[in-house]
């Protein structure tokens, strides 16, 4: 092939990785469900409604079926009782899939320090941003988006991420 001829696409063609394109599609179309116990939930209707408006950065479709969703947003205090729950929800959702701890409570027990209330949800399911406050204004919860949109876009598509906590669910 001369150079006459490679330069016949000249700029038609974009070349770039698979991983980019693939992560340049999820970035604005993520599925949340939402795992509402408390007043941090409450805080995630306000994001949802058109004040704010979610669906401006892609998370509009908000799922009701954890096999359906790729964000999981624990919103709330989380008590032992629910452990379990919470973390099959996380096992049923496909991979890729990211975590949300919203609030002072899903971050950390809050200020409920008893033997009821689980002290952070990472305890049970890895998460990935943390959002302070109690409960915290709407503008946080879409700045944890924006950071999980920053994360993916970093993230390989092709290998899924490896975390195990099926040992840590087994000791609470």
Not at 120 to 140: K, L, Q, T
């Amino acid at each position: 092939m001369d150079l006459s001829q490679s330069n016949l696409l000249g700029e038609s063609v974009v070349v770039t990785k698979l991983d980019a394109v693939i992560n340049w599609g999820r970035q604005s179309s993520l599925w949340p469900f939402v795992f509402g116990t408390a007043c941090c939930a409450i805080e995630f209707m306000a994001v949802a409604a058109s004040r704010y408006d979610i669906s401006r950065f892609g998370a509009e479709v908000l799922r009701f079926s954890p096999r359906h969703a790729d964000l999981l947003v624990v919103a709330g205090t989380i008590s032992y009782k629910q452990a379990p729950i919470l973390k099959q929800i996380y096992d049923q959702m496909p991979e890729p899939k990211w975590v949300i701890a919203v609030g002072a409570c899903a971050s950390t027990g809050g200020f409920y320090d008893n033997y009821t209330t689980l002290q952070g949800v990472d305890e049970i399911v890895p998460v990935d941003v943390y959002i302070a406050g109690c409960p915290p204004r709407p503008e946080a919860i879409l700045d944890a988006i924006i950071q999980i949109q920053k994360q993916l876009h970093k993230e390989p598509t092709l290998r899924l991420k490896e975390r195990d906590f099926q040992g840590k669910l087994d000791e609470v």
